[in-house]
């Protein structure tokens, strides 16, 4: 199960938690954090978390994710995954965040005076969009 | 002969977010059609379609008691 949290993540607690579990010999932490760009105070975020826990059954032996739903502030944390393998693994985290990007079902909105905006330009359509058209 | 009507659920997703819609069809016709009244016209080749929480590559098979869910392009983290 992905683990939701409204606003922005705690991350120690988060990573406290996931380093006691000691599943293998390297867990690598990947933290993605807020930035102050393009004027906005934060980014938003609704989930769909049927599908997000199905999507994600492949991954959860080996992968652990936390995320936001709501509003997230710049400089606070929206997203934490971490890989855990007997030996270092970089390729699997950067797979893993790849199949995220493109498929887990999470729609994220830039916060601009606290206004949520669609951020059209940086999502992307999921397998067999169109048949409505 | 009277047509079976299949009851079905749509829910619409992120930033076409609104009510849970139940309403009942009598083909995937007019599902899509139903549909097509409920989205904005900008939205509708980009919208993925769930039947059941699984994606679907068209809705041919449509059945009484189905949840559809329209899911707009997505970006996480």
Redesign the interface.
Known sequence: MVEIYNGGLPVEEIFNKWYKLKWGGMLLTFVGIVRDDGGINGLSFDIYEPMLNEWFKKWEKRVLMAHSVGNVYVGETSFMCAVYSKHREFKLIEDFVEDFKANAPIWKYDLIDDKRIFADDRAKKLPNAGILV | MERVKLKVLI?F???I?REDLEVEVDSSIEL?EV??QN?DNEW???????VN?K?????DDIKDGDVI?????????
Request: glycine share 10%; net charge positive; hydrophobic share 50%.
């Open positions: 829910k997703l992120g930033p977010a899509k549909i097509k989205v509708l080749e980009k919208i993925a379609v769930a929480d994606i679907v590559s068209n809705l869910s329209l899911l707009p392009p997505v970006c996480g983290g």
